[in-house]
């Protein structure tokens, strides 16, 4: 490892405005095993089609 980096020609991340924060929240079990039977047959992760999911709702404002 060098002592010293040089971060003059530092770039900001694009993808900062996409990333994401850990939280805790309670979901009902039958929700949950809703999506990992999803996540099976789609092969994409649950927490990632529940993120998904609730994106889409927020986005087309739904209630």
Request: proline share 3%; with cysteine.
């Amino acid at each position: 490892m060098k002592k010293e980096y040089d971060f003059s020609n530092a770039k900001k991340n694009p993808y900062a405005k996409k990333m994401k924060k850990q939280i805790t929240i309670n979901i009902d079990i039958d929700i949950i095993d809703y999506f990992k039977d999803q996540s099976e047959d789609t092969g994409i992760p649950y927490q990632t089609l529940i993120n998904l999911y609730l994106y889409d709702c927020a986005s087309n404002k739904k209630n």
